[in-house]
């Protein structure tokens, strides 16, 4: 059976089952959505590219855009970056705000919201024109042009970020956040509005899969150290509190968002980006959970 | 180069740098070792055995049992052995107590202490005599009659373990626990006090870098599923709080263990055991821990 | 209205209301109770001695043992005792393993169970017959000898106590209880199975209202400034998590137990013994805070 | 010896100490202060009203305003106010986060900075002119025409007050703010920015020594239980983590302030304010702590 089948038959397997997940409710904006959609894209090292299902449609990738945001800091600050935001797992939520202040406002990964937020600040510091030069390099990284900020969604988001107006707030208290709380806190809201497609994503993440190399152009945007370290740190971290569950059921890294988009990255062979809007109660897309796991079970391309 | 001239190299290279790490001092016996022991092995599934320094010299593997336990739990109770604990990566240790109070006893994953006896009560009510079985368990999977438990240091380390008494006793107050405290301890720090080489070490783990199956009997001891949890399990949560830094820099599933030894296992491909005693901050191997480093950084080989 | 017509009224006026409390469940024997019994007994310094109800039936004093033990460790060891327990306020029991580990150890105050536990271990290393002296010195600040530990309780609360053994051994890996955990929670659980009647309890608690000395023999039992110390313990520690409220709504120093009782102390004017089993919330009786609050509305007698 | 020549004897002995305490220097202009000021005042409600020292110099009373508002919410909304606030003693200002999270964004009380920010809310709501109707509430209980907020200490607290701004932002996200955050914290920082002298505090706390009546027009401000609620308020929770050190060493409900000063009262007889800029390292008054000490211990004027 090749990639092609088993993502045909994964994807019909998993069509039809009771989708247990609810859309997400914190973000206004996000529930206006058409929550039957499923789509899944492979990218190949070896150039394949297929998909099925609402693949071409466009949808909020959210905290997707946090490993395209480290990838930008990383190349720019290199190491030094890990001054700023650890790499270890976090336990859940709830203590979040107990580590950060047990550990100086330093938060455990920038995955996590405090994680990204000090990511975003690094961002705004080192960019001349911020959301313009952030949105240029993930048009570059994917090779497409059509991808925009959704204002709709950030706005929305904006008007009920609260938490995140506090996780911002309380790191500039320890003195890691270098800019204006509310400018941070803007530019991380556009971030996460980002709209695209699994098509575009998974053309975007190909070069997790490639040493660090966009396949298009074969440009180097991470060393192959560092790109080994970004898929490191999605296999820790890359799913909220269910990270050790998706390591455990399907084995790659990843990283998910609560628009109901899941990346993940098989080093060295390709990336598959899956949409579903519906999520579990750790805030996973309830199906695109359900279908990595059986389509590295049929696969047998997990990394473990 | 080949691995046994990268494994050399590697060796060579660490075997001369200022070790910054400290002996174990909380248990006393453990103080009692040669600190400059530096020893290197690796089994392949294509049967190289390799090993440099004091490969043929027996450690106290310490939590590296845990994996074992771990295995011969999940093989006699299969997944229902997840209703007893998680396999989520847990913050620090200063969170661990919390974390069992909000999640009503159920520890984070089966590599922090809490989980471990868990573990080690599920052996003791399926097992006739339970540490003797395990032991026999134990010799079979490294194909070796030698290894044995130290009296001596499960006492001294029983003779300190109060904080492991709190943690089975706080777990026995939330139903998690089925035996008596005193001889789950009494059992957990038995198990916590097997001796073996780098070489038994390496022999032993080859299964799980061979889907399950012992190398040697071509015995099937996990089924590919489980086999890959178990790794999944070591990638995210084999390090204490240095999970996410060990699968950033060095990039395989592993387990390390007070008495300074350190396993790792590349799926389908190899296990290496390295022990050098003296422990950096975080409670791992420091030569040990480098040593893997900048083995998967020369030899390619990470998972990553 | 004299003191005896408020105490009066208000035990028929809470009497007969819905009583929406539970009897403790956690230790099996305590259910056995009859749980229909309200009483009250008062005694103040000028001799008045007065009860309503089963102000003459025995219960379990549980935790209102730990201001005794407190007392008897103060009295022994003076100032000192405040390097082994604070005097601060506890949050919830959630916290207090979190606050234990951050503060080395060192339990909030006396009367949760962490301090009341340590209190325990100081008595255990000062007295030459630990149940002996200590019942000895209850009978004589009680001037009554018909005081005894229930075997049944103790052993009924020893066969449950894990969560007091996990404590207990938390503490001692600190280096903060310097008897063995077993010893120390042997003696716990007997102190808290002491039975007595409110008669017998207002008449014991009368010294803290007498500026340390026993009414009947003019005994001094504590000096004046350790008892004003004493009396503001109970004040800001005495109810659990219902500290706060108590001094909200009653406005005195006072202790609960989950046996149902309640001392309340007036300084300079009486000491008031209250008996209801069932428990609110909390763990604090239920009829018994109603009838404070009401008694101490109604006498204008609380200390703000 | 009557109350004056307590007041100088214990003035004059803690004058000449070695202050160990240190200004407070989180808020900038807070360190622009005379540390060796050090000044107190009493007034009884027999009308005597001394004073020693700096007596009449107007000093920032911060904290010391979240009695002034929690008096005029509670006048405005009566027991409904509970619903917003609790009335337990917190643990540390560490665990103040945690405890939000558990208990929904409910403060424990309204003296942390998390329950007194939501009171600012709550005048917010209430009041025309929040600033201007507090200020005149303020002038009306002290008979006092010269009070004024200081603009260039709330400029200087809003420039540093991120932390406040996070747990405003935090507990807007579980809806228990209503108006916007920077208008909350706007106000917030205004409250705590009022300068008074010794004098004016207190005769302006003395209606709490007087069943909630003004002394000057016997104005009533609180029923008695109110009063009586108030104090026991200050009494579990007026002192940051000492406020259980304050009840066992003072014996009286009081409330303490980063600028220095603290305010004790002792019910049906007397409010007494002390000022000495350098804080203990619980952030309390150091001198201020000590005067009251001494003064209780000579006076015999504990409530305990």
């Given at each position: 059976m090749n990639i092609k089948e088993v993502i045909q038959n994964a994807y019909h397997k998993i069509k039809d089952i009771d989708d247990k997940g609810n859309l997400a409710s914190y973000?206004?904006?996000?529930?206006?959505?058409?929550?039957?959609?499923?789509?899944?894209?492979?990218?190949?090292?070896?150039?394949?590219?297929?998909?099925?299902?609402?693949?071409?449609?466009?949808?909020?990738?959210?905290?997707?855009?946090?490993v395209l945001t480290l990838t930008m800091a990383y190349n720019i600050l290199g190491e030094k970056l890990w001054k700023r935001v650890k790499v270890e797992p976090s336990g859940t939520a709830f203590n979040s705000l107990v580590q950060l202040e047990v550990e100086n406002g330093i938060p455990r990964n920038p995955f996590i919201n405090?994680?990204?937020?000090?990511?975003?600040?690094?961002?705004?510091?080192?960019?001349?024109?911020?959301?313009?030069?952030?949105l240029n390099?993930?048009?570059?990284?994917?090779?497409?042009?059509?991808?925009?900020?959704?204002?709709?969604?950030?706005?929305?988001?904006?008007?009920?970020?609260?938490?995140?107006?506090?996780?911002?707030?309380?790191?500039?208290?320890?003195?890691?956040?270098?800019?204006?709380?509310?400018?941070?806190l803007d530019f991380y809201f556009n971030l996460c509005s980002l709209e695209m497609s699994c098509k575009e994503l998974s053309n975007l993440f190909l070069f997790l899969a490639n040493d660090g190399f966009t396949l298009a152009d074969n440009e180097q945007i991470l060393t192959r150290s560092q790109t080994k370290r970004i898929n490191a740190l999605m296999q820790t971290c890359g799913f909220y509190d269910e990270s050790g569950?998706?390591?455990?059921?399907?084995?790659?890294?990843?990283?998910?968002?609560?628009?109901?988009?899941?990346?993940?990255?098989?080093?060295?062979?390709?990336?598959?980006?899956?949409?579903?809007?519906?999520?579990?109660?750790?805030?996973?897309?309830?199906?695109?959970?359900?279908?990595?796991?059986?389509?590295?079970?049929?696969?047998?391309?997990s990394i473990f």
């Open positions: 973000i206004p904006e996000l529930e206006n959505v058409n929550s039957a959609c499923f789509g899944v894209h492979i990218s190949t090292i070896d150039t394949l590219n297929f998909g099925v299902g609402n693949y071409h449609d466009k949808f909020s990738i959210q905290s997707i855009a946090k405090a994680g990204a937020i000090v990511i975003a600040d690094v961002l705004l510091s080192n960019l001349d024109n911020p959301k313009e030069d952030f390099f993930v048009k570059t990284l994917s090779n497409s042009k059509e991808i925009c900020y959704s204002e709709k969604i950030a706005t929305s988001e904006k008007s009920v970020g609260y938490r995140n107006a506090a996780l911002c707030n309380f790191i500039k208290s320890f003195g890691n956040i270098e800019n204006k709380p509310s400018e941070v569950e998706f390591a455990f059921k399907v084995g790659l890294p990843g990283k998910s968002g609560v628009g109901g988009g899941i990346i993940a990255v098989h080093p060295k062979q390709y990336a598959i980006a899956v949409w579903s809007p519906k999520l579990n109660e750790k805030g996973n897309s309830y199906k695109g959970m359900r279908f990595l796991e059986e389509f590295t079970t049929e696969s047998k391309l």
